[in-house]
């Protein structure tokens, strides 16, 4: 695979001739619409016969998903996975679980026959949707109850199948930092009993003294340690809520990544890679403004219908652009191949245990062709 980016003038056909390729093969691979235009400055994979600087590194590869994700997509994406997340399971205060409103067990036998390992991610969801931290502090002060969610986990893997326990709890407690680390082991020595393993997702920090409800609760030494690996959240730098900016910046999931491997041994920790972008509306007023959601495939169409190029910020190594549209002003950050690419470097450079995505409800083919190209998926 290499990666090309479009200049003035270029056609697919003109590219693929450059190439030596069918036209075909460059529409497949970056899900290009009919009549194919391009924007100027677009990343495209290119399945090109040159040969590999350096053979694939094993990597284990994960990425979440919500039980309404179109099954297409699933099964085109599952080949590419080590882990398959499922979002999520809830619990009371009593330890008992709360499964998804939807019926999970389609993605479950479909994860397994395409050889990828179900996993049950557990969050503390309350009735709103959202992280609650004095349920986590119910449950982690709480021993019987501990006890019964634990038993209750163990269950769903005996009973339904699951291939391991992912803990996503977020906002935790200064004062609960501990006890939540003593509740990871609690959970591992638990389900590691069954043969399968245990991870944690880490907010993105960069020291030990980070301020913050994100990040106070979360002891990267004590949790990697507590965990058989975890995942950084190295993403959400632009959100929803924030102003304009990339959602993953390479200069900044550097520093996270740095900063974790004082804490943690590289091989147990895993990148995390979003999968898609944001749309705001200019000017940023904070508190007010709030970013639209996009696919990376999406973000593309937009600069093709809008007619404007797409530029590349070489410090936070991620492709944005500006349009006008109804007189608004509008930035748009996302992801192509030559961010993707600059991450994955992070993840040999540094010798990581692997990625995990969030999340895979839209389908980004280039991605997964580009990491095949680079990983030999462990399975």
């Known amino acids: 695979m290499t990666i090309y980016t479009v200049r003035p003038n270029d056609t697919v056909d003109s590219i693929a001739a450059l ?27 290119i399945a090109a ?72 991610t557990l969050t503390p969801f309350d009735a709103s949707g959202r992280f609650n931290n004095n349920l986590i502090s119910q449950l982690i002060h709480n021993a019987s109850a501990r006890e019964q969610l634990i038993a209750n986990l163990s269950s769903q893997i005996t009973v339904r199948g699951f291939e391991g326990v992912d803990i996503d709890f977020e906002y935790i407690l200064a004062e609960d930092r501990i006890p939540f680390a003593d509740f990871v082991r609690e959970v591992r ?55 304009p900016m ?11 990544v740095e900063y974790a491997l004082t804490k943690i041994p590289a091989a147990k920790i895993h990148l995390g890679i979003p999968n898609y972008g944001y749309d705001w509306t200019l000017p940023f007023v904070q508190g007010a403004s709030k970013a639209t959601t996009i696919g990376n495939v999406q973000a593309v169409q937009i600069a093709i219908a809008q007619g404007v190029p797409i530029q590349f910020d070489e410090t936070a190594q ?10 608004m002003f509008h930035e748009v950050w996302f992801e192509d191949v030559r961010s ?11 010798g990581l245990r692997g990625m ?20 030999s998926i462990v399975r």
């Open 19 to 45: 190439f030596g390729i069918s036209p075909q093969s460059i529409i497949y691979d970056n899900q290009l619409a009919y009549p194919y235009p391009l924007a100027i400055g677009q990343a495209l994979l």
């Open 318 to 327: 991620s492709p944005y652009f500006n349009y006008t549209s109804e007189g």
């Open 246 to 256: 990339a959602v993953a910046p390479l200069n900044k999931v550097r520093q996270v």
């Open 189 to 243: 020595t638990a389900i590691n009993a069954l043969g399968f393993p245990v991870s944690v997702a880490l907010a993105p920090k960069i020291s030990d003294t980070q301020t913050g409800l994100l990040y106070e609760g979360k002891d990267y030494a004590l949790l990697g340690e507590a965990a058989d690996y975890a995942l950084l959240m190295t993403y959400e730098w632009g959100y929803t809520y924030g102003p």
């Open 340 to 350: 993707l690419s600059a991450k994955f470097g992070l993840v040999k450079e540094y």
């Open 49 to 120: 016969d040159t040969q590999a600087e350096n053979p694939p590194i094993p990597a284990h590869v994960g990425g979440y998903a919500y039980p309404f994700i179109e099954r297409e997509i699933l099964e085109e994406t599952l080949p590419y996975l080590s882990d398959l997340f499922i979002f999520s399971y809830g619990f009371t205060p009593e330890g008992e679980l709360i499964p998804p409103a939807l019926d999970d067990s389609p993605m479950i036998a479909l994860a397994k026959a395409f050889g990828t390992a179900p996993i049950l």
């Open 356 to 375: 995990g995505y969030w999340q895979i409800m839209r389908l980004f083919r280039a991605n997964w062709l580009l990491l095949a190209d680079t990983f």
